[in-house]
């Protein structure tokens, strides 16, 4: 543990040990952790539409026009031999829509570096996003009959 007195050497010059003791102190502070994660979980476009259970309308209103409508069928989870009837919707939006895992890896990462990783993670986030947010998207909604969102998936459109 690094104590008062080492600290004020080290900040003093005495002893060199000390003062890579307290730079790598210096460095742990300012790198907060999962600042990167926050990032990529921040950029996804729709978080607070694309949650189960969601109206058709309520997409609709916050992703315009679908491209397409068709008829679909979903897994039962009670019984896995029958479908329900569904709907599948697909728009094409700009910037990626939000996924659940969205910052889960720059997590992770921080954590096991505790928090020195940021140094190169939130440069790759942040260009990451940034090119994300040029590209268009799919995104594929999956209703159950009563035109609630059962699940959603989103395709890069190359």
């Known amino acids: 543990m690094l104590r008062t007195s080492e600290l004020r050497d080290a900040l003093r010059g005495r002893d060199g040990k000390a003062l890579v003791l307290a730079a790598a102190l210096a460095v742990a502070m300012l790198c907060p952790g999962c600042l990167s ?3 990529a979980r921040a950029a996804g ?4 539409v694309l ?3 969601t109206p058709r309308e ?3 209103e916050h992703f315009g026009r679908p491209e397409q409508t068709a008829p679909d069928w979903i897994a039962s989870k009670a019984q896995r031999e029958t479908y329900a009837p ?3 919707t697909i728009w094409k939006i700009r910037g990626r829509p939000a996924q ?3 910052g889960g890896g720059q997590a992770t990462v921080s954590a096991l570096t505790l928090g020195v990783g ?3 993670l939130l440069p790759m986030t942040l260009l990451g996003e940034g090119s994300d947010a040029l590209k268009t998207y799919y995104l ?3 209703f159950d009959a009563s035109g609630k969102l059962t699940r959603h998936y989103a395709l890069e459109n190359r």
């Not at 476009?45 to 607070?48: D, S």
């Open 100 to 102: 659940v895992d969205d």
């Open 140 to 142: 594929i909604g999956i």
């Open 51 to 53: 949650k189960p259970g």
């Open 86 to 88: 569904a709907t599948s």
């Open 45 to 48: 476009r729709g978080r607070e």
């Open 118 to 120: 940021e140094v190169v």
């Open 37 to 39: 994660a926050a990032v």
């Open 58 to 60: 309520a997409l609709i």
